[in-house]
C-alpha cells in the first residue's frame, strides 16, 4: 500500500491533504504528516474497531476533548474494550489506556463518549441502545486509568438509556444528555454536573416528550459564550426512518432550567408535538435525516444544518439560522444523486450526517462525507450570511460510512478544527461487515 501528499489548492481551504489511496476493503496505516506550513496535521491514535459505525457516528459529539494543554480521545479497541487516549497539545504522542469494561460494538447504537468537568475528572458513558444507564468517572482528575465502578448519575430514568452526550460550556460547566425509551416512543433528558457536592442533577426529565407516541432526535446542541444552550430536534414517530419530520428549536438562557422560543417567548415545558415550535415544516417521507448538528456564531445566532430533500426529490445539505429576528435558509451542497431513508436501525447511507464549526471570525464550515464524490472529507464554507457555499475536498481516501466528530473545545479555544477520523463500513438495519479494524487518527488544521 502506497501513502502519499496529494495537494489540492482552493482559496476556501488552503492545506496539504494526506491521500490514501488502497481499496477501501483492504487494510491500510495512517501515517502522520504536516505540510511544509504547518496548516495540517494528521496523528495516528491506533487500531479501532471498524466493521460498522459505532466509533463514528456523528451523535457521538464528545469524541475527542481537550481541557487546557491536553486532548482526549475515547473509542472501542478492535475486542470491543473502551480506549481512553490523551496526548499533550500540540505533540503527536498519545497514552493510551485500554479499559477493562467492553460494549457491544456489533451495534452501531452503541457508542462511548467523554466528558471533562471542572475539576478536571473524566466522566465516560458508552455500550447503550435502550437499556441501563453505564456511566464511570476518574477518581483523579485528568487521570485515564483511574475509572471507578459503573454506578449511577442521579437514578431517575436510567433503565432506557440511548445516545448519551456530554456537553461543555465555555464557563466549564458539564452537561449529560440522553434518550429515554425507544425509537418511535422516547423523549430527551438532561443533567447537569455540579462541581460543588460532586453529583450530578436532574435538570429537566423530560425536556422533550414524546407522549409515548414518538420521539425527538435532537441536533447536537451548542452553547454560545454567554452559556445560552440552543437545541433544534425533529420527531419521529415509529422506528422507520421514513417517519423523521418537523425541524423545531428551543434555548435556554440559565443552564436548562428554562426555555425559550426564538422569539423570546417562554416555552411551555416539557416540549411536545403539541407546544413545539417548528423552524422548518418539513413533511415525512422527506428524506430528513435524524441528529444532526448546530453552532453558535460570535453574535449568538444559531445555525443548524441536516439533510433533506430538494425540488428534485435530492437529499441536500441546508443551513437554517436565526439572525434574532427571522429565520434563514440556505442550501449547502449541490448533489445530484438520490436514495430513500427508510427502515429501522442503523443505515448504510452513502452521504454522512453534517457538522457544522463556525471560527471566531464567524465563517461557518459543513463537514461531511459523501460517496457521490468519493467518500473522503468534504467541507463546505460560507461566511455570513451564508448564502453562497463553496466545497473542498479535504481527503480522497474512501472513508466508508464514516461521520464526522470534532474538538469543541479546541475550536472554541484556538480555531483550530480537530477531526476524529476512521474507515469504518456500516451493514444495512445494523448488520456488521468483515471490515477489519483501522487506524483512527486525528486530522486537524486551523480555520479562520
Keep these: 500500500m502506497n501513502v502519499h501528499w496529494n495537494f489540492k489548492p482552493s482559496w476556501v481551504i488552503r492545506f496539504v491533504v494526506l491521500a490514501l489511496t488502497a481499496p477501501l476493503m483492504k487494510s491500510r496505516c495512517v501515517c502522520a504528516g504536516e505540510a511544509a506550513d504547518g496548516s495540517l496535521t494528521r496523528i495516528p491514535i491506533g487500531l479501532a474497531y471498524a466493521s460498522d459505525a459505532v466509533n463514528t457516528g456523528v451523535f457521538r459529539v464528545s469524541a475527542v476533548q481537550s481541557a487546557g494543554n491536553r486532548q482526549f480521545v475515547i473509542y472501542y479497541a478492535p475486542e470491543g474494550n473502551v480506549v481512553v487516549g490523551e496526548r499533550e497539545l500540540p505533540g503527536d504522542k498519545w497514552d493510551l489506556a485500554v479499559q477493562s469494561f467492553k460494549g457491544n460494538v456489533r451495534d452501531a447504537h452503541n457508542v462511548a463518549v467523554l466528558g471533562i468537568s471542572a475539576d478536571g475528572l473524566l466522566h465516560v458513558s458508552y455500550d ?161 435525516i435524524n441528529q444532526c448538528s448546530s453552532a453558535v456564531d460570535a453574535q449568538g445566532h444559531c445555525h443548524l444544518v441536516e439533510y433533506f430533500n430538494d425540488a428534485d426529490g435530492v437529499p441536500q445539505y441546508f443551513d437554517e439560522w436565526f439572525d434574532g429576528g427571522k429565520w434563514h435558509k440556505s442550501q449547502v451542497s449541490h448533489r445530484t444523486g438520490k436514495f430513500s431513508l427508510s427502515g429501522g436501525g442503523a443505515l448504510a447511507i452513502p452521504i454522512s450526517r453534517p457538522e457544522i464549526a463556525i471560527a471566531r471570525g464567524g465563517t461557518a464550515y459543513v463537514i461531511s462525507r459523501d460517496a457521490e464524490v468519493g467518500g473522503g472529507i468534504r467541507i463546505y464554507e460560507a461566511s455570513a450570511p451564508y448564502e453562497t457555499w463553496q466545497a473542498t475536498d479535504v481527503t480522497h481516501d474512501d472513508l466508508g460510512n464514516w461521520e464526522p466528530a470534532y474538538d469543541l473545545a479546541r475550536l472554541r479555544d484556538s480555531d483550530v478544527l480537530s477531526l476524529f477520523v476512521l474507515p469504518v463500513v456500516q451493514g444495512n438495519h445494523e448488520q456488521t461487515t468483515n471490515f477489519g479494524p483501522h487506524e483512527a487518527a486525528i486530522l486537524e488544521f486551523p480555520i479562520k
Aim: proline content about 7%; overall charge negative; some cysteine.
Design 128 to 288: 447503550h441502545h435502550d437499556n441501563p444507564l453505564h456511566y464511570r468517572v476518574s477518581r483523579k482528575p485528568y487521570d485515564i486509568h483511574s475509572f471507578g465502578e459503573e454506578q449511577a448519575m442521579t437514578g431517575r430514568d436510567e433503565g432506557r438509556v440511548t445516545y448519551p452526550q456530554f456537553l461543555s460550556a465555555p464557563d466549564g460547566t458539564l452537561y449529560f444528555f440522553y434518550r429515554d425509551g425507544a425509537s418511535g416512543n422516547g423523549s430527551l433528558c438532561m443533567n447537569r454536573y455540579d462541581v460543588k457536592s460532586n453529583s450530578w442533577q436532574a435538570i429537566q426529565h423530560p425536556l422533550i416528550d414524546g407522549q409515548g407516541k414518538r420521539n425527538p432526535y435532537w441536533w447536537r446542541p451548542s452553547i454560545g459564550a454567554d452559556g445560552t444552550i440552543y437545541i433544534g430536534w425533529c420527531w419521529r414517530d415509529t422506528p422507520n426512518a421514513a417517519t423523521n419530520h418537523d425541524l423545531c428549536f428551543t434555548r435556554s438562557k440559565d443552564g436548562g432550567r428554562t426555555w425559550l422560543r426564538s422569539d423570546g417567548q417562554a416555552q411551555t415545558l416539557p416540549i411536545t408535538l403539541e407546544n413545539a415550535e417548528v423552524v422548518d415544516p418539513i413533511p415525512t417521507g422527506s428524506n430528513l
